[in-house]
Structures are given as structure tokens and as C-alpha cells.
């Protein structure tokens, strides 16, 4: 039997990960975020102490990479790093830079490619990340690029960070949201880019729960319930 996969990309604060997991409640499929897997990686490349922007230091971790995914009894995707459980300490604001910075490596994608090919050969998926209907899933059933104005995608990180009682500043933000986007735009290796038969979903002057209407009729027109 074959699974039905559903691509969700686009840059960074889009709102993906939130609407990718709703959609996927919605849906009773599996939440699939591809970027905890590259933030896994660049947390194992910072404490092996190497450059992650630095392919000659990144590619021989690769080898000994024990990085594993698994789903708790809540359904919340966790990473584990050689048997840690590192869900938390990748959300920290030094490893985002970092898994841009390793994210360029084509090495880095290749090694990671298998692995998330085989969840969405396993089961119902919506995998959320920056190539996943143009690399990953090029046949997935459904294709979003959701996407969404800098400042409001800033104005969210902000009001995200200040929730978790975290001190943060809305022109820093800003900033480090636009050089992500410049870097992940730019990469020669799986560029973020929308899939010619991507749909287009700007998120800009939408909430969350408008986001979620707009995306679940997308899905429907797409695939059999
Ligand atoms: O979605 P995120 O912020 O957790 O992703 C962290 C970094 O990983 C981001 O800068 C780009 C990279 N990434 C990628 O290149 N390809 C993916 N499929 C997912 C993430």
C-alpha cells in the first residue's frame, strides 16, 4: 500500500512547524519536522567543537552521526543524539545558525536524505522543512509553500520568545531571520525554493487558526479523505 505525503516549505517563521503539526493532528497523519534533524546535526558538529560552516570538519563526523527520531506517547517528534534525548538543546538561538550554516553542505543533505524518504515510505506524513517537494517528496501528494512578510514572521519569533520568558529584541530578530533566508535562498546545494506545482500560501495577514482552514482546503481538494 502506498502512503499519502504532504510537503510543507518555506523560510523560517512561515508558521510552518505549527501548522504542519495541526495539519497533521487534523489529519491523523505523522508530523515529520526535517529541521530538528539538521539542528541535530549541527548540535553534534558544535560539540565535536568543528566549524559547521567548514565542509572539511563537517563531512568526517558524518560517519559516527548517531542521530535518532521517535515519537513520544504525546505524538511529539524527539531527537536523540547518540542516545540523548536533544530536543530542547537544539531550539537553542546558536544551533539555528549553525544548522543553516551545515544545512549548505551537500554532504550533509545526502546523509540525511534516506532517512527522511524512509518515514514518508512508512506512513501518512506532513513533512515540513526547505526542500521537501522539490528533493525529498517530489511526488508528495500535496505541496504548500507557505511563506509569510520578514516583520511579521519577525513580530511572531518575537511574541514566541517573550512567551518562554526569553529576552529578545525585534531588530535582532529581524536581522538573523534575514540572513537565514539569504543563506538558505542562496546555497547552491537543495536551495529553499518553492516547487513548480507548490501551492502558494502567504501567510502575512492570517492567524494561526485562518492558516489551518486555508491549508486543510487545500489538502481536501487534493487528496481522499
Ligand atoms: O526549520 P528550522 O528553522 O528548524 O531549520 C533549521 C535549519 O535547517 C534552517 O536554517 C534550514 C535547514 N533546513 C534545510 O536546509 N532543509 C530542511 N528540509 C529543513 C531545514
Known sequence: MSFRSIAIDGPAGAGKSTLARRLA????????DTGAVYRTVALAVLRAGA?????????????????RLD??????????????????AIREHQVS???SKAASIPAVRTFLL??????????????DGRDIGTVVLPGADVKIFLTAAPEAR???RLLELEE?????????????????????????????????????LDTTDLNLDQSLERLLVLVKERIEP
Not at 566549524?51 to 542521530?67: K, M, S, Y
Not at 529576552?167 to 546555497?187: G, N, P
Request: without cysteine; glycine residues 8%; charged residues 35%.
Open 25 to 32: 493532528e487534523r489529519l491523523g497523519f505523522l508530523y515529520v
Open 51 to 67: 566549524d559547521p560552516a567548514d565542509e572539511g570538519q563537517v563531512i568526517p563526523l558524518l560517519e559516527g552521526l548517531d542521530i
Open 71 to 88: 515519537y513520544g506517547l504525546d505524538g511529539a517528534q524527539r531527537m536523540y543524539l547518540a542516545g540523548e534525548d536533544v530536543s530542547g
Open 97 to 99: 545558525g549553525a544548522a
Open 114 to 127: 534516506d532517512l527522511q524518504r524512509k518515514l514518508a515510505r512508512e506512513q501518512d506524513v506532513v513533512m
Open 154 to 156: 519577525a513580530r511572531r
Open 164 to 200: 518562554r520568558g526569553q529576552a529578545a529584541d525585534f531588530q535582532t530578530i529581524l536581522r538573523d531571520i534575514e540572513a537565514r533566508d539569504w543563506q538558505d535562498e542562496h546555497r547552491t546545494a537543495s536551495p529553499l525554493e518553492r516547487a513548480e506545482d507548490a501551492v502558494l
